[in-house]
């Protein structure tokens, strides 16, 4: 996948996107302290300026606030090196989020079924697009809309049967690949 990137780029940061449910915290967690990198989660920030709760903007003001709030702090980002970033799962879904993201950071795409995301949401209140009657179909909805903007990543792994461990090991060889930083033994 990295065979995408066809200018070199300087890059000062990792993006973590993909669905909800996939691991980009967790993961992004693990990867940050290995990189000695500070981890950021686009949702926290979002959350901590306003001082409402994502599913609250959500219920209260509509998607499209809190997609105008996302939009701010990416471009905020261009400044930004040596952190993690871990991106609400629409984010990268705005093709001008995505190219800002890539400008500076290596975008890594995590991916999971349908089921899986299911099996790893069903009890979480927290996340205000499941808010439906049928959750899964839900999930097949919105993965189907944003697939071709999650491809666009420049590095997609699958999270499926893998633990946060593994997933992150597998996305630091593809930064240190990225980067040309040396094989670590």
Not at 24 to 50: H, N
Not at 175 to 185: F, S, Y
Request: hydrophobic share 45%; with cysteine; glycine share 6%.
């Amino acid at each position: 996948m990295l065979g995408r990137m066809s200018v070199p780029r300087q890059i000062r940061n990792v993006a973590l996107a993909g669905f909800m449910g996939v691991g980009k915290s967790s993961v992004g967690r693990l990867v940050a302290a290995e990189l000695q990198f500070e981890f950021v989660d686009t949702d926290e920030v979002i959350e901590k300026r306003t001082g409402v709760k994502v599913s609250e903007i959500f219920a209260l003001h509509g998607e499209e606030v809190f997609r105008k709030f996302e939009r701010e702090l990416v471009a905020e980002m261009t400044s930004w090196s040596g952190r993690v970033i871990s991106t609400g799962g629409g984010l990268v879904v705005e093709p001008d989020n995505l190219a800002s993201l890539k400008s500076h950071s290596l975008v890594v795409c995590l991916w999971a079924s349908p089921a899986t995301i299911y099996q790893r949401t069903k009890h979480q209140t927290h996340r205000p697009l499941l808010q439906a009657a049928d959750p899964l179909a839900k999930i097949r909805e919105l993965l189907a809309t944003r697939e071709a903007a999650y491809k666009q990543a420049d590095v997609l792994v699958n999270t499926e049967q893998r633990s946060i461990k593994e997933i992150a090991a597998h996305v630091l060889h593809h930064i240190r690949a990225a980067r040309h930083d040396p094989p670590r033994l």
